[in-house]
C-alpha cells in the first residue's frame, strides 16, 4: 500500500502497537492523531513517542471545549444515562474523535482511517458508523479484526520485542479511557464479576472509606439547561467541569461499578469514576423537577431512555439525534435557577433548588391556611378519577352474584329455584 493511514492514536498500549504494525504491514505513511479530550495525559510525550514509533506527521487536538459544549452539554440536558447507570462518557467523544479524524484525511489527503478498537466492543461501532456518515468513501483498517495477536498480553510481548515503551504490565493490564467527564476501567480482575475492584484502581476520586467525614456544599447555576456558575462564580465550561471533578473527586462521588449490555451482544463490566458528571446529572434533573409539569417529565424521562441508547450505539450524526435534540432544547428553555448539592461519602445530593421558572406555588402546596384551593374540589376530581375502577368493580360484584344463583351437585350446575 503506498497511501496515507489516519491512526486513532493515544499512547497506549494498543495504538502504541499498532502505529508501528501498520508501518510494517503496510508501508504506508502513517499520520497520527491524538485528541485532547482533557485526560491526564503529557501531550508532548505521546507526540514524541508517535514520531519514534514510526509516525511521519503528529497531530495533537485540543477538543475540550467543544466537547464539553457541542457533546456532553446536550447529553446532559437530555438526562440520557444507559441502563439507569453508566454516564456516557466514552461514548459522547468517540463521534466527536471520529469525526476529527475525518477532517485530518481529508487535511491529509489521506484514504484510510485506522483505529484501535477491539472486535468485541462499541467503540468499533461509533467510530466506524461516524465516519461513514461524514464520508463513505474513506475506508477503515481495524486492526484487532485482522491481525494475528489473541490479547493484550500478546501486545506486551510485541511491545519488548519491539523496543516499544509501555506503561502496561502484565499484572496491571486495565484497559482505561479518560476524558473531561469520566474515566472508565474494563479488564484485569474486573472481568471476574465476584471480584471486588481494589482501591489502586481509582485516579478522578478516592475510594467512599478515604473521603473527609464532613459534608461538603455547592450551589450550581443553570441557564436554559446548561450548568454556567459555581457558588455564584461564571465559569467556562472546561473550567466549570473540572473544578467540578476535582470536587466530587475528594468526597468520592460517581464512582460505579456495572455489568452492562455491550451493543455487540455481550456483558461487559466496567468501573466509571464520573465526579463532576455525577453531580450536574443530579443537579440537572432536581431542576427540571422544580420546572416541569407532570406530563412533560413523564414524557422527557421515555426520550432520556432513547437519546442514551442512541449516544452508547454510536447514532450521533441521525436524524433521529436532530429531532431528540430540538425536542430537549424547547424543553430546557425554562431550566434556569440554582441547585445546592451535598456532597458526602461518595452521595450527591440535591438540598435546595430555586427557579423564577418554578411551578411550587406556596400559596396551592400549603399545609397551612390559603385562600386559592378549595379542598371541596378534590371530591368531584376522585369521582371522576376512580369511576372506571367504580365501574368494573359494580361489574365484578353482579358476576359474583349470577354465580351464587347456581349451585354445583355430582360436576353438574343446576340453576337454584
Not at 456483558?267 to 458528571?277: A, D, F, L, M
Not at 422527557?300 to 450521533?316: E, S, T
Not at 371541596?376 to 365484578?396: C, T, Y
Request: charged share 25%; hydrophobic share 40%; glycine share 6%.
Amino acid at each position: 500500500m503506498s497511501d496515507k493511514i489516519v491512526l486513532a492514536y493515544s499512547g497506549g498500549l494498543d495504538t502504541s502497537i499498532i502505529l508501528t504494525w501498520l508501518k510494517e504491514k503496510y508501508s504506508a505513511e502513517i499520520i497520527a492523531v491524538c485528541c485532547d479530550a482533557g485526560q491526564d495525559d503529557d501531550f508532548a510525550a505521546v507526540e514524541a513517542k508517535a514520531y519514534k514509533t514510526g509516525a511521519s506527521k503528529s497531530y495533537v487536538i485540543d477538543m475540550r471545549e467543544e466537547f464539553v459544549t457541542d457533546y456532553i452539554w446536550p447529553t446532559l440536558k437530555a438526562g440520557a444515562i444507559y441502563e439507569n447507570d453508566y454516564l456516557l462518557g466514552t461514548s459522547m467523544a468517540r463521534p466527536l474523535m471520529a469525526k476529527k479524524l475525518v477532517e485530518i484525511a481529508w487535511k491529509e489527503g489521506a484514504t484510510y482511517i485506522a483505529h484501535g478498537c477491539t472486535g468485541k466492543g462499541n467503540d468499533q461501532v461509533r467510530f466506524e458508523s461516524t465516519i461513514r456518515a461524514l464520508d463513505p468513501e474513506l475506508k477503515i483498517i481495524a486492526p484487532w479484526r485482522i491481525w494475528d495477536f489473541k490479547s493484550r498480553e500478546d501486545l506486551i510481548d510485541y511491545a519488548a520485542a519491539h523496543d516499544i515503551p509501555i506503561d502496561q504490565t502484565k499484572a496491571k493490564i486495565y484497559s482505561r479511557d479518560q476524558n473531561l467527564w469520566h474515566i472508565s476501567h474494563e479488564g484485569g480482575n474486573l472481568e471476574d464479576t465476584w471480584a471486588e475492584h481494589l482501591d489502586d484502581l481509582h485516579v478522578m476520586s478516592v475510594p467512599i472509606e478515604k473521603a473527609p467525614d464532613k459534608p461538603v456544599f455547592v450551589e450550581i447555576d443553570f441557564e436554559a439547561g446548561i450548568p454556567v456558575a459555581i457558588d455564584g462564580e461564571k465559569l467556562g465550561p472546561v473550567e466549570l467541569l473540572e473544578k467540578l471533578n476535582k470536587l466530587g473527586g475528594e468526597n468520592g462521588v460517581g464512582t460505579i461499578d456495572i455489568v452492562e449490555n455491550r451493543l455487540v451482544g455481550m456483558k461487559s463490566r466496567g468501573v466509571y469514576e464520573t465526579p463532576g458528571g455525577t453531580i450536574l446529572m443530579k443537579a440537572h434533573y432536581a431542576l427540571e423537577k422544580l420546572i416541569h409539569d407532570r406530563e412533560t417529565i413523564a414524557f422527557k424521562n421515555l426520550v432520556a431512555q432513547k437519546y442514551a441508547q442512541m449516544v452508547y450505539d454510536g447514532q450521533w450524526f441521525t436524524p433521529l439525534h436532530e429531532a431528540l435534540d430540538a425536542f430537549v432544547d424547547i424543553t430546557s428553555k425554562n431550566v434556569t435557577g440554582t441547585v445546592r448539592m451535598e456532597l458526602y461519602k461518595g452521595n450527591a445530593l440535591p438540598t435546595a433548588t430555586k427557579s423564577d421558572y418554578s411551578l411550587f406555588n406556596v400559596e396551592f402546596a400549603t399545609f397551612g391556611a390559603d385562600e386559592v384551593y378549595n379542598q371541596k374540589d378534590a371530591e368531584g376530581f376522585i369521582n371522576l378519577f376512580s369511576l372506571p375502577m367504580k365501574i368494573r368493580a359494580i361489574q365484578e360484584s353482579k358476576q359474583k352474584q349470577q354465580v351464587k344463583n347456581y349451585e354445583t351437585l355430582d360436576g353438574k350446575i343446576y340453576k337454584r329455584d
